[in-house]
């Protein structure tokens, strides 16, 4: 439930020279954003609506890293679910021109709401809480760079059961504030039909902490396997993100 990985990536690179670079514990960054529609996955979080996001990213020492993000989201559920949180920890593996970078991840929405009116007295919902694991290869030859990535998460009920996930992506730098970007991916779900998703954009960068992106996404998702809404259907899905070091 993030697409986050961009500014992850982008931060030590562009901040660097920053105020944190003296420290001996890392360096902590933080970020905020408007998106015109929250994806993931290729599924709109956000029944299609702009949203803002935001958090925090430490880079730790021996290329540890943790960090929280936190997206609003619209499910129009009877939970009345506004907002998810998201905290993570990893560490990347870096020899000849790979990174493998190894994460945990664990979801919350902290403010679903009481107990709805649909179910019997009693009856205790599962949460749309998560935990993922995640491994993910990227070579790069020169300003090209090819990744593949897999997920595994243990989902409640509520959100299809256990999932897993294969996903590749490719990036080519234009130049060193221009780049263009595809992802694509497969996902089996336990209750619910596994699906293809993929986007394409560019991303530019302006006075190394803008982030502007264009990205277009899709699924094969039908309307009638979408809890019979619009969020699967395709988008050009615009972000602007500014980014900045803490300490």
Same mark, same amino acid.
């Given at each position: 439930?993030?697409?986050?990985?961009?500014?992850?990536?982008?931060l030590?690179?562009?901040?660097?020279?920053?105020?944190?670079?003296?420290t001996?514990w890392?360096h902590?960054?933080?970020?905020?954003?408007?998106?015109?529609d929250?994806?993931?996955?290729?599924?709109?979080?956000?029944?299609?609506?702009?949203t803002?996001? @935001? $958090?925090l +990213?430490?880079?730790?020492? /021996? =290329?540890?890293?943790?960090?929280?993000?936190?997206? *609003? %989201? !619209?499910?129009?559920?009877?939970?009345?679910?506004?907002y998810?949180?998201?905290?993570? @920890? $990893?560490? +990347?593996?870096?020899?000849? /021109? =790979?990174?493998?970078?190894l994460?945990?991840?664990? *979801? %919350? !929405?902290?403010?679903?709401?009481g107990?709805?009116?649909?179910a019997?007295?009693?009856?205790?919902?599962?949460?749309y809480?998560?935990?993922e694991?995640a491994?993910?290869?990227?070579?790069?030859?020169g300003?090209?760079?090819?990744?593949g990535?897999a997920?595994?998460?243990p989902?409640?009920?509520?959100h299809?059961?256990?999932?897993?996930?294969?996903n590749?992506a490719a990036?080519?730098?234009?130049?060193?504030?221009?780049?263009?970007?595809?992802?694509?991916?497969?996902?089996?779900?336990?209750?619910?039909?596994d699906?293809?998703?993929?986007?394409?954009g560019?991303?530019?960068t302006w006075?190394?902490?803008?982030?502007?992106?264009?990205?277009?996404?899709?699924?094969?998702?039908?309307?009638?396997?979408?809890?019979?809404?619009?969020?699967?259907q395709?988008?050009?899905?615009a972000?602007?993100?500014?980014?900045?070091a803490?300490l």
């Amino acid at each position: 439930m993030r697409k986050f990985l961009l500014i992850l990536t982008t931060l030590p690179v562009a901040l660097g020279s920053g105020p944190a670079q003296a420290t001996d514990w890392g360096h902590l960054y933080g970020y905020v954003d408007w998106t015109s529609d929250y994806r993931f996955y290729g599924v709109s979080e956000s029944d299609r609506h702009a949203t803002m996001q @935001g $958090g925090l +990213h430490w880079a730790a020492p /021996d =290329n540890f890293y943790a960090g929280v993000f936190t997206s *609003g %989201v !619209d499910f129009k559920d009877s939970r009345n679910t506004s907002y998810e949180v998201d905290f993570y @920890g $990893g560490r +990347h593996f870096y020899f000849d /021109d =790979n990174d493998l970078n190894l994460e945990v991840l664990y *979801g %919350v !929405d902290p403010d679903i709401a009481g107990h709805p009116s649909y179910a019997p007295p009693g009856v205790i919902l599962p949460t749309y809480n998560f935990f993922e694991t995640a491994a993910e290869l990227t070579h790069s030859f020169g300003a090209f760079s090819l990744g593949g990535k897999a997920i595994v998460e243990p989902r409640p009920e509520s959100h299809g059961g256990f999932l897993w996930s294969l996903n590749g992506a490719a990036t080519y730098s234009l130049n060193d504030w221009l780049k263009v970007s595809a992802d694509v991916g497969y996902q089996w779900v336990e209750k619910r039909v596994d699906s293809t998703h993929w986007d394409l954009g560019v991303t530019a960068t302006w006075r190394q902490q803008w982030v502007f992106d264009v990205r277009y996404y899709g699924t094969d998702i039908s309307v009638a396997n979408c809890y019979g809404m619009t969020w699967c259907q395709p988008a050009i899905v615009a972000k602007i993100t500014y980014q900045f070091a803490v300490l």
